[in-house]
Nanobody, 113 residues
């Protein structure tokens, strides 16, 4: 079982990044998926949700309108498009498969000038 995040990096405020989370070893299409993040010295927090079919999404208030979660069940991958990034978005971002409670290892996003 693996969830492997990628796409993180250093970006200037106002910039964009697209994170990917590739799943293997379990039935990805049966799982609702979530993105979480954890900033230094803070608890892990929920960022975005997408249901198993991709028809329903939800977002934490601070990212609503800036981030978009999507998925491709044929590729066993969930995405997080992040636009208008702010320094307070700096964190390690994790994907999670809800039904099986699987987590990825995380990818670092740093927003700084």
């Amino acid at each position: 079982v693996q969830l492997v995040e990628s796409g993180g990096g250093l970006v200037q405020p106002g910039g964009s990044l697209k994170l990917s989370c590739a799943a293997s070893g379990f039935t990805f299409s049966w799982n609702d998926m979530r993105w979480f993040r954890q900033a230094p010295g803070k608890e892990r927090e929920y960022v975005a949700f997408i249901d198993s079919a991709g028809g329903r999404t939800a977002y934490e208030d601070s990212v609503e309108g800036r981030f978009t979660i999507s998925r491709d069940n044929a590729k066993n991958t969930v995405y997080l498009q992040m636009n208008s990034l702010k320094p307070e978005d700096t964190a390690v971002y994790y994907c999670k498969a809800d039904r099986n409670d699987y987590w990825g290892q995380g990818t670092q996003v740093t927003v700084s000038s």
